[in-house]
């Protein structure tokens, strides 16, 4: 049950614009905060009463784009600022579908033109969009490491990671349709190892010629479809053993492909990491005040 004060300031918010999004099986609502004038404040309650499927709009993240004025040194003029919230109301540093369908939703929106930055709390981020394909940069990965031993959920496991704009642990696996994702998923997600953010956890395996993951997602506290960053760091942590090369196509559990470029130079041994694939529209809505009646039960 919510905070009756906050229940009656989401209350407030009926007749909020949205858009539903998804991007190779995440899926989103994005807000233009032009528009909707959000107070910061209030952003994080509003993801986690809207995000809940069965009960409200139902999505794994939320995501409000602001304008901004700012101008980075390296990339020029920011074209606008993201605030991303996860399904149980923590802010994410980064989110690789996400940032494809807010880019989308930029260019459509006239926030910014098909070529754009935009500001994240892991950094600038560039993107490209093309219809409905959409390429990022993404920030340059670190943190990666090999062979790290933990036991978790009652067995043993050897994990790769890399930080990708938000921390990924990689655990290659024979039969991926067999992986515990959701059980040793949650361990390894709440880990000591990890605390006191955690990692996101994804389980992977090459199969003839593509590299098929499954990801257990912070935050959404689940498996989801897809994992942007998640696809990243495992094609990343693949091709550092030598299992697959650059450009990485990766089937994420919806069934659709995502690609992943990069080479051996930069910090850690990654630079110029890029992710690309489709971003669609779901559907235009109106929230209505009963949108938030399953928080006074």
Not at 135 to 163: C, I, S, T, W
Not at 231 to 254: D, E, F, K
Request: proline content about 5%; aromatic content about 8%; charged content about 20%.
């Amino acid at each position: 049950m919510a905070d009756p004060g906050t229940y009656e300031q989401l209350q407030s918010l009926a007749g909020l614009s949205f858009t539903k999004m998804t991007g190779t099986g995440n899926d989103f609502i994005l807000l233009d905060n032009r528009e909707a004038k959000l107070p910061e404040s209030l952003i994080s309650g509003l993801a986690r009463a809207i995000c809940p499927r069965g009960r409200s709009v139902g999505a794994d993240g939320l995501i409000c784009l602001s304008p901004s004025a700012r101008v980075d040194p390296k990339l020029g003029k920011v074209d606008f600022r993201w605030d991303f919230f996860n399904a149980d109301g923590s802010s994410a540093e980064m989110c690789g579908n996400g940032g494809r369908c807010a880019a989308r939703f930029a260019v459509d929106a006239g926030l910014a033109g098909p070529e754009m930055v935009f500001d994240t709390l892991a950094g600038p981020i560039r993107a490209w969009v093309k219809g409905s394909s959409v390429k990022l940069e993404m920030v340059p990965p670190f943190g990666a490491y090999q062979d790290l031993h933990l036991e978790a959920a009652g067995q043993a496991v050897r994990l790769d990671g890399v930080n990708t704009g938000v921390p990924h642990a990689v655990l290659l696996v024979d039969d991926l349709e067999a992986a515990p994702v959701r059980e040793l998923g949650r361990a390894l997600r709440f880990h000591a190892h990890f605390a006191p953010a955690g990692s996101n956890v994804n389980f992977v395996a090459p199969h003839q010629g593509e590299l098929w993951v499954r990801t257990y997602e912070r935050g959404v506290e689940d498996e989801t479809l897809a994992c942007g960053t998640g696809v990243v760091a495992s094609a990343l942590m693949t091709g550092a053993r030598g299992l697959l090369r650059s450009p990485v196509t990766a089937r994420v559990r919806s069934g659709e492909t995502l690609t992943v470029y990069f080479d051996d130079k930069g910090r850690d041994g990654f630079g110029d990491v890029f992710l690309e694939g489709p971003a669609h529209y779901v559907y235009k809505g109106v929230l209505h005040e009963e949108a938030f009646a399953w928080l006074s039960v």
